[in-house]
């Protein structure tokens, strides 16, 4: 099933440790911090410092690729092999803002590993995980005796996926050529947890939008007028009720349109998860769990679609009380969508929903931001079961499990723009703490990451061939 | 039914037109605005100048009465009869704020008498109206001969109404036994137009709640939890949306406690009045009618309490979009009253009616201010037949017509402390732009006002007996 003996990859490995985490480490020292104008030359510094990096691992192609904002690095190694398939690693070098003050023991930009932890704004969201695939590519090269990857592999490294990704669907398209492949592997996730390794096979989509209701022109006396003219923070009100039913299902008719049911082997492997309820809600700062009929709490965030009110606001908002009637209020929804949904058929039937619960005297406006769609790998596809057998290759043969991710990200744009599947793999565990104080990543892990792609471009090689 | 003629009435206020108008524009100069600490100064000099004119009229008491706030007027003039009945004046000498930049045509507060009108800021609102007073009760003394009036008659001018009248529950109930009376005439409402004499025989009452609800600890990620928990802002929505049922009718048990139906008798008087629609949209700067099913919009905001939102907020209000569940919503709800709803009772109700809509995981808070209790002076109230009759004899036996107020004032702490009832004599138009650039006051209507307290002290002194 593979060319690549298990014990020279864990052999190459071990012998080159120590310099793959010293080189971490300098790059964890670069405050990539995209959010931060302060730290744009930081941003380019950090592009700067993996493109050569990479060079340096023996990618022929190591560029930087120029956006409006943060620079992105684009990196690609041809196998050689004129029927080998193309694999495009997605991850990017920006992190989260981060200040020793924010509760950090150790100064976030200066990586300490103490007791088998590297400590670091970074270290596993996401250099660690983009970084494990340098040296991952050399163990499969040195223990396959081979001078160039099994398969074509690219790298595309953006740097302002922290900042919401602004300008990389643009960068993507203009691309497109470039970034040809038969698969996306996605390195900026994470598993269920140190004992429990798992690959995700989906996100959500996320289409959002905003609406803007009008009343009165301006706040009026709601003695005078009260009880015979419409408010429009009461219609705002209640468009966010009508959203759902007793049972929490939303009610847009046509939302769901083109959700698969989920089958009874997807829920078993779902079930299969070590679940604990009240550590969940501990991740979540949250106090109870609300949510639709007939499903598990993982189901709802992973494989239900969902409309949220993200913002409301109208009237009178500071201390103490003022009788009015507001004259406009405003609501900000967001609808998480999942694999089947299209986000233009869920925005036109918003709208067609929110029109005909407008009330005459109050008008409204809705606008939509660009939507992200959702994505999502059989379970059957012979690029994910690659993927599982490398990982269970590095991770002594135990049983891989698999799980969703409820976001959204920048992977469905690699989806829509090259057509190709998006696979992810990776390695950081919830503890990792990331855009909090003391984000770390497990080392033992992290290099169970570089041993699951030293094993993973030749089987892909195979399976899609 | 009266010992006034009413040509001596007519005889004395035309000889005294002049020094009336000339001192009400003295007054009218000072800019009393309560809510501008920078006219504090202004404010207390207004109180001293109605003083020193009420002593000048021969009331025999004319005090400042001060409050954590701005000064009040308190006059009395006893009837010298020991089975006189006592009759307290309510009106305010505060004024609202103007600029001649607001798109004023004169100063605010130079005012100027134009084509029968006074224009300047207080005119109607409320200088105009109390100081008919003055005038009135001489010519009352004219045209009877007598040297003090025919009712124990007390005045009590506060200075804080467009600030919110924040002290003058506290001051009322500390000066209550001076206070003392049989009825209480509130000089500060209108009437519903040049040419339809009416008087208002109630306002509405109010409570509000400032409500709070916490999910989550902090604002947490809509895509990883966003479907499995509750989301406070949605919490807040379906508060708002569960007030109302189809026929917008409230749905809290219990609020309705204590509301006679509205008679036949009371639908026609208010049926009788010339009501316009889209004039009363105009007024109301709103663009449809909605309300309460089965009543018609003058019912509705006079007869009928409300549930009203006044102000909501919950998540990110922001510019653009925020894929986050809120930690927090916070709704301003506030309650019109009407006659036989208790406030206490109310509050009950809402209390437990909120208690019981939120769900697990979501904690509440609900904080009431101060309620203002409803006030309503049946038809059939001799002292209101009273004001009827010497309206009526002002304006040339023009039928008198009824209102209510939708809003709510502090002639209901008058009524509660005090126990007495609250009459409505007024004699502004809704052309006089109250709280609005180019506040007027119609001469002839304002001389209408002085006749018809000319005709009340001896009406009532007989109806009271």
Same mark, same amino acid.
């Given at each position: 099933m593979s060319d690549t003996p298990d014990s020279a990859v864990r052999t190459y490995i071990e012998e080159h440790r120590d310099a793959f985490l010293g080189d971490l480490a300098e790059w964890l020292r670069?405050? +990539?911090? +995209?959010?931060?104008?302060?730290h744009d030359a930081d941003v380019r510094r950090s592009a700067e410092w993996l493109a050569a990096k990479l060079a340096e691992t023996g990618f022929p192609v190591a560029e930087i690729w120029p956006t409006p904002g943060a620079p992105a690095v684009f990196a690609e190694w041809p196998s050689g092999d004129p029927d080998a398939p193309t694999v495009l690693v997605y991850g990017h070098h920006d992190v989260q803002p981060a200040a020793?003050?924010?509760?950090?023991?150790? @100064?976030? %930009? @200066?990586p300490q590993i103490v007791d088998g932890r590297m400590y670091g704004r970074g270290a596993a969201d996401d250099k660690g995980q983009v970084f494990f695939h340098t040296l991952g590519v050399r163990a499969h090269l040195a223990a396959t005796g081979r001078t160039a990857p099994a398969v074509n592999l690219k790298l595309l490294i953006e740097g302002e996926e922290e900042s919401g990704s602004p300008n990389f669907r643009a960068l993507v398209e203009s691309r497109a050529a470039r970034l040809a492949a038969d698969a996306v592997i996605v390195s900026d996730t994470g598993m269920w947890s140190e004992t429990t390794p798992t690959v995700c096979t989906g996100m959500r989509g996320v289409a959002d939008c905003e609406i803007s209701l009008y009343g009165p022109d301006q706040d009026i006396h709601s003695g005078s007028f009260g009880g015979a003219v419409p408010n429009p923070a009461t219609v705002a009100a209640r468009i966010v009720a009508a959203l759902h039913d007793a049972d929490e299902h939303v009610t847009i008719p046509g939302f769901y349109d083109g959700i698969a049911p989920l089958t009874d082997a997807e829920r078993e492997l779902i079930a299969e998860l070590p679940f604990d309820e009240a550590s969940w809600l501990t991740t979540a700062k949250s106090y109870g769990t609300l949510g639709e009929?007939? %499903?598990s709490t993982l189901e709802r965030v992973w494989t239900r679609p969902t409309a949220e009110v993200n913002g409301i606001g109208g009237g009178y908002q500071g201390p103490g009380g003022k009788t009015i009637i507001p004259s406009s209020a405003q609501l900000k929804l967001s609808f998480r969508l999942v694999a089947g949904q299209d986000p233009d058929h869920v925005e036109k039937a918003v709208r067609q929903w929110v029109a005909e619960r407008i009330p005459a005297g109050v008008r409204h406006e809705i606008a939509f931001g660009a939507a992200t769609r959702p994505c999502l790998t059989s379970l059957d596809h012979p690029a994910l079961q690659s993927v599982v057998r490398a990982m269970s290759r590095a991770f002594d043969g135990q049983k891989i499990r698999f799980t969703r991710e409820g976001g959204s990200g920048p992977a469905a744009d690699l989806q829509d723009v090259l057509g190709a599947p998006v696979l992810f793999l990776g390695v950081s565990v919830p503890s990792d703490g990331w855009h909090a104080p003391n984000e770390k990543v497990e080392l033992d892990l992290l290099l169970k990451g570089v041993e699951t792609t030293a094993h993973l471009w030749g089987d892909l090689a195979a399976a899609l061939r």
């Open positions: 670069i405050p +990539s911090v +995209s959010a931060q104008p302060a020793r003050e924010d509760g950090w023991h150790t @100064e976030p %930009f @200066e009929a007939g %499903f």
